[in-house]
T-cell receptor, first 113, second 115 residues
């Protein structure tokens, strides 16, 4: 069964550094998302991406965050200058339609020290 | 605005007991979709079920069943004869047709099944 893959599984970085989290969505999916989950808390929406542009973003997704689909397969989340509070599990997801189930990757655990 | 409430935070049961996880939602949209996801200790989010607002039929899949009641805005999930492998965090989530599949999650319920 096709799946969403995320790399790396764990990323440790120092405060102020830039990180790029990578995702390969399911190949025939059209909608792409990033969510984050701070340890022990609920899953929060960050951004949705469709037709090569951001379709919606949350208040969390400020100017420090950006997303890109540089080629036909990858979908990346960049955090320009990480803060301690960015430490969380970041999930990439994709779906085939506007109300289709989201298929999540296994997540990247980001630790900012 | 959408909201999902999972009032139970932690549930502990002994293996083979039945357990029901509650979910209450709020939305002004008449067309919406409800989901349950499972997050086992390994951390991934696993899709379990989707139900649309026009389909109030209950669904059963093996030991899992879902009870959707629009009158009470609830979409409860029952695990029959629970097993240790059911131990996980379970999230209820909601999206609407205007939301581009953006999911609003509840806070999750941590289910522990003891042998």
């Amino acid at each position: 069964e096709p799946e969403v893959t995320q790399t790396p599984s764990h990323q440790v970085t120092q405060m102020g550094q830039e990180v790029i989290l990578r995702c390969v969505p399911i190949s025939n999916h059209l909608y792409f998302y990033w969510y984050r989950q701070i340890l022990g808390q609920k899953v929060e929406f960050l951004v949705s991406f469709y037709n090569n542009e951001i379709s919606e973003k949350s208040e969390i997704f400020d100017d420090q965050f950006s997303v890109e689909r540089p080629d036909g397969s990858n979908f990346t989340l960049k955090i320009r200058s990480t803060k301690l509070e960015d430490s969380a599990m970041y999930f990439c997801a994709s779906s085939g339609g506007r109300v289709s189930p989201l298929h999540f990757g296994n997540g990247t655990r980001l630790t900012v020290t | 605005a959408q909201k999902v409430t999972q009032a139970q935070t932690e549930i502990s049961v002994v293996e083979k007991e039945d357990v029901t996880l509650d979910c209450v939602y709020e939305t002004r949209d008449t067309t919406y979709y409800l989901f349950w996801y499972k997050q086992p200790p390994s951390g991934e989010l696993v899709f379990l079920i989707r139900r649309n607002s026009f389909d109030e039929q209950n669904e059963i899949s093996g030991r899992y069943s879902w009870n959707f009641q629009k009158s009470t805005s609830s979409f409860n999930f029952t695990i029959t004869a629970s097993q240790v492998v059911d131990s996980a965090v379970y999230f209820c989530a909601l999206t609407t047709t205007g939301a581009n599949s953006k999911l609003t999650f509840g806070k999750g319920i941590t289910l522990s099944v003891r042998p």
